[in-house]
């Protein structure tokens, strides 16, 4: 069963098997937390994305799916591109952010990474409600079925720390 925790910190610093990025479905660098990503792994990580553009997926990755890279010069060893949906207000694409990450986790399995860390995906840029995005974020990784052990999410600021520990409090009443 996968043991959950939550971090206050820079994704890029994790020193785990995989860290999730929350990409854009051309896979060609954004800012946030994939500005971030592409920053500190270095161009690798592009050249990794331009080929996937260039073979696997010519039209990028649809919003919901997840897809690994190299790291670069990161400590963790893969990056786990996913594409979260925009916020639509009265749509529900709830479905669309719940695929992110059991497809994350999917693909983490695929490559045998038994620790990730994952930020709030479609949390920032995106604009999901933050306490809703924790909802489904630590609904779903709980609930996926996966080899990975631990799923860390690193959260960058403490506002975001916040709305995370009592999300997860809430579905673990004492
Ligand atoms: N470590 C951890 N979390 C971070 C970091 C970091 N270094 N930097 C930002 N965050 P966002 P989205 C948090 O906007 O909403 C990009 O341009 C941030 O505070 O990065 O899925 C992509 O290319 C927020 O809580 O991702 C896409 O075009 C969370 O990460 C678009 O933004 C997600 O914010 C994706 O938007």
Redesign the pocket.
């Known amino acids: 069963m996968v043991t959950v925790s939550l971090l206050q ?4 610093s994790q020193a785990v098997d995989a860290i999730v990025n ?3 479905s ?1 896979l060609l ?9 592409h920053r ?1 792994g270095g161009p690798e990580i592009l050249a990794a994305c331009r080929r996937l553009r260039a073979g696997a997926l010519p039209d990028g990755l649809p919003t919901g799916g997840a897809v690994a890279t190299t790291a670069g010069r990161l400590a963790a060893r893969h990056v786990i591109h996913v ?2 949906p ?1 916020h639509a207000p009265g749509q529900d694409r709830s479905h669309l952010l719940r695929s992110c990450y059991t497809q994350a986790l999917a693909v983490a399995d695929e490559i045998g990474a038994r620790t990730v860390a994952l ?10 409600p ?1 306490r809703d ?1 924790a909802d489904i974020a630590l609904t779903t990784v709980l609930t996926a079925p996966t080899s990975v052990k631990e799923a860390r999410f ?4 403490e506002a ?1 720390l916040r709305v995370f520990t009592e999300a997860l409090g809430a579905l673990q009443p004492r």
Request: charged residues 10%.
């Open positions: 910190g820079d994704i890029t929350a990409a854009n051309s660098g954004g800012g946030g937390v994939d500005g971030a990503i500190a594409v979260g925009v930020p709030a995906v479609s949390a920032g840029a995106y604009g999901w933050a995005a690193v959260l960058f600021d975001m």
